[in-house]
Structure formats: structure tokens, C-alpha cells
């Protein structure tokens, strides 16, 4: 038997399962079937839910104050079941002290972080808007042109040929980012 | 691996003998349609080029069925979501849903905790190498393939030939444990802790190069 100097990473069998089942996905793809597929687009085909009525509203608000730990719904219930199927209990512990420590706060000091939060944000926001260039708000979403000193800030790295590399594999990333934005590809 | 024949598709699918398929025109009307809120012509786009989407694009990237179904399920969301702002530009729908497909899984492996033989920079670069002039979807198709083949290639060139053969033989080849194993030279209990070491070498490979997914 044979190694390679120190080869061996642990590798776990979820690992190596994983590993294999990403080699196959690659030699041998496997085909999605009709029925599969046809569930993916009416998926997305569908259409957007209807507004909910008061009823509805009052079911939601119930489910979560349950899941908040403040009252049982039976919805409640299945979501508890579901959480407990995938999340190790370790995590849920934790999740739950985090829960249990934010409903633990007075509800003023809440809302008194909640505003403070926002504010900032606000603040923050209306700053970026008055600090941008014009232009830029006029074309969201473009590259526009400007200098790549920055690239270059610090120590020169490289031959002039690199640095003219560096600055075409910019030039053209951006050039592509452009074209996709009007292309309409979505990010 | 057809690595020559990668480079064959990569000299046509720059433009030179690539030639646009006939339906183009009554895929743009489909297109135009499905823009103007029918969705059974949207349907009928995405029944016409999801297959393909999902088995050469995303399974081969993401390495699991459930990661391909799902970013393929997101990407349909962001079709329906963004149709109105597609803009015709002569080369059919397909590159244009590859190029959300691609960002989804881009997104996707950037979450994951799972192995995957592709890092999100590896996608960033597939989609830099840049959209063809006017390739057919099936142009594509070989292209996507290929690249993802080459991609196994390349990293198998990196651990030790035995354990490449291994992985080779038993993995890629889908030979029987008991052949390899003679192959090799081992008896098939030992070939079964070459081929886990070899498993092994190939994450550690996989973890030394910069973007690759390893979890």
C-alpha cells in the first residue's frame, strides 16, 4: 500500500460521500425528470398568493408568539418537530438561549434599540445618497469609468506587462458586468 | 479525458463556425409572450431549456441533485422575477439563462458548507471567459461538459497517479471494487482503504487550490 507524503486530511464518510457524489454528478449527470421538472416551473410559474384576510393575519401572529415560546398553536407544534428532524441539539440550545435572552429584554429597551437602530441607518443611508455622485444614482447598477490608481496603491508589483494585465482584466469584468446589467441578468 | 476536444469546441464557440439555430425567431416571439404575461409560453421556454441547464451546468457544479434542483428552482424564480428587463440581443434564451444559472450556483457554493469539486471563483471565471457570438444551446451544452470534465482532470493530475487510477477506475469508470482491486495489485480489502486515501488526497488537492469548494 502506498501513501503520498502526509496524504491523508481526515476525511470523514459524509465527506468522501459527498466527494463521490460530486465526481458522479460530473461523469455521469444525471437527468431531471419530466414530472420534477414540471414541478420546478409551476413553482415559479404560480401565481402570487392572494392578500391575507383578518382571520388569516390573526393565525399568523398566534404562530408566532408560539414559535417565540409565548403560547401553542399546532401549527407550532409540526415547526418544533421540523427543527428537531434537522438541527442538531446543540444548535437548537443555543438558538433557544438566544431566543429566551431577547424575550428576557423589557419591551421599551427594545423598542428603544429598534428606533436607535434605525435612526443610524437612516442617517446612514440619507449621508450615501447626499455623498454620491449624481450620475451615478442616474444609472444604477453600471461600472462607470474611473481611474484604477488604487489597484496600484502601495509597492509596484510586477512588470509593466502584468500591470497592463491587471488593469484589461478590470477594464474587461467590468465592461461584462455592464453589458450584463443591460442585458437584464439578474444578480 | 476530450481535452482536445474542448479546445476544438472553444475555437468554434468563439465565433467562428458557430451558426444560430433556425428557431431562433420563433423562440424570440415565444420570448416576447412570456413577456407579456403568458405563462404557458414561459413554461414552455423553460420546459425547452432547463434539462439541459440542470445536467450540464449546475449538477456537474454543485455535485449533488438536490443542490442542482434547487438552484435550478432559484433560478427559475429569478427568471419569472426579471423576464421584463431581458433584452434581446440575437443569441436566443438559453445564454441568458445560463448566465443565471451560473450567478445562483455562484451564490449557492459561496453558502455551502458541502465538498464540491467547483469554488465560486472557478464559476466567476466560466462566466468572465464570456458569452458566445451565436452558439446553440447543444454548442453549449458539449462546452459545459467538457469544461466540468477538464475540471476532474485537472485534479486528479494532482494526487498521486495510483490514487488517481483508483479514483479513476472505481469512481469515474465504474468498474467493479473486486477488478480494480486486481488491477491494482491488492486485495479488495486493501483497495478499499487506497481508494479512502485517495479520496482523501484528492480533498487535500482540492483544499490547496484557492476557490475550490472544499467545506
Known amino acids: 500500500m502506498m501513501r503520498d507524503d502526509d496524504d491523508t486530511l481526515p476525511l470523514d464518510p459524509s465527506e468522501e460521500a459527498e466527494l463521490l ?80 435572552a431577547l424575550t428576557a429584554l423589557p419591551r421599551s429597551r427594545v423598542a428603544l434599540i429598534a428606533v436607535a437602530t434605525t435612526t443610524v441607518l437612516s442617517l446612514a443611508a440619507a449621508l450615501a445618497l447626499v455623498l454620491s455622485p449624481a450620475e451615478q444614482q442616474a444609472v444604477p447598477g453600471l461600472a462607470e469609468s474611473r481611474s484604477l490608481s488604487p489597484l496600484f496603491a502601495g509597492a509596484q508589483v510586477g512588470s509593466e506587462s502584468e500591470r497592463l494585465d491587471r488593469i484589461v482584466s478590470v477594464r474587461s469584468r467590468e465592461l461584462r458586468d455592464n453589458r450584463f446589467a443591460r442585458w437584464g441578468v439578474p444578480r | 479525458m476530450q481535452l482536445g476536444a474542448a479546445r476544438v469546441l472553444d475555437v468554434s464557440i468563439r465565433g467562428v463556425s458557430v451558426v444560430a439555430a433556425p428557431e431562433l425567431e420563433a423562440e424570440r416571439a415565444l420570448i416576447e409572450r412570456a ?18 441547464l440542470y445536467r450540464s451546468v449546475l449538477l456537474p457544479r454543485l455535485g449533488s441533485k438536490a443542490a442542482a434542483e434547487d438552484a435550478l428552482s432559484q433560478t427559475y424564480l429569478k427568471v419569472v422575477e426579471r423576464l421584463h428587463a431581458f433584452d434581446w440581443q440575437g443569441v436566443g434564451f438559453y445564454p441568458w439563462l445560463r448566465t443565471i444559472a451560473l450567478h445562483v450556483a455562484i451564490d449557492q457554493l459561496r453558502r455551502r458548507k458541502r465538498e464540491s469539486l467547483f469554488g465560486p471563483e472557478d464559476l466567476e471565471r466560466e462566466i468572465d471567459a464570456g458569452a458566445p457570438e451565436r452558439a446553440t444551446p447543444e454548442l453549449f451544452e458539449a462546452h459545459d461538459l467538457l469544461r466540468a470534465k477538464k475540471r476532474v482532470t485537472e485534479l486528479l493530475e494532482t494526487i498521486h497517479p495510483r490514487y488517481a487510477l483508483a479514483i479513476r477506475l472505481r469512481v469515474i469508470e465504474d468498474r467493479p471494487r473486486e477488478a480494480v482491486a486486481a488491477e491494482l495489485g491488492v486485495s479488495a480489502a486493501t483497495f478499499d482503504v487506497v481508494l479512502h486515501r485517495a479520496m482523501a488526497a484528492l480533498k487535500k488537492a482540492m483544499a490547496a487550490q484557492p476557490g475550490t469548494g472544499t467545506g
Open chain 1, 21 to 100: 457524489e460530486a465526481l458522479n454528478a460530473v461523469v455521469r449527470p444525471d437527468v431531471l425528470t419530466e414530472s420534477r421538472h414540471q414541478r420546478l416551473i409551476d413553482l415559479a410559474l404560480q401565481e402570487p398568493p392572494a392578500e391575507p384576510d383578518e382571520a388569516e393575519l390573526a393565525e399568523a401572529e398566534a404562530l408566532r408568539k408560539a414559535l417565540e415560546s409565548r403560547g401553542e398553536v399546532p401549527e407550532a407544534s409540526l415547526a418544533r418537530a421540523l427543527r428537531h428532524a434537522v438541527l442538531p441539539a446543540s444548535e437548537l440550545e443555543s438558538k433557544g438561549a438566544a431566543q429566551r
Open chain 2, 35 to 52: 413577456r407579456g404575461g403568458d405563462r404557458e409560453a414561459l413554461g414552455g421556454l423553460l420546459r425547452r431549456h432547463g434539462p439541459r
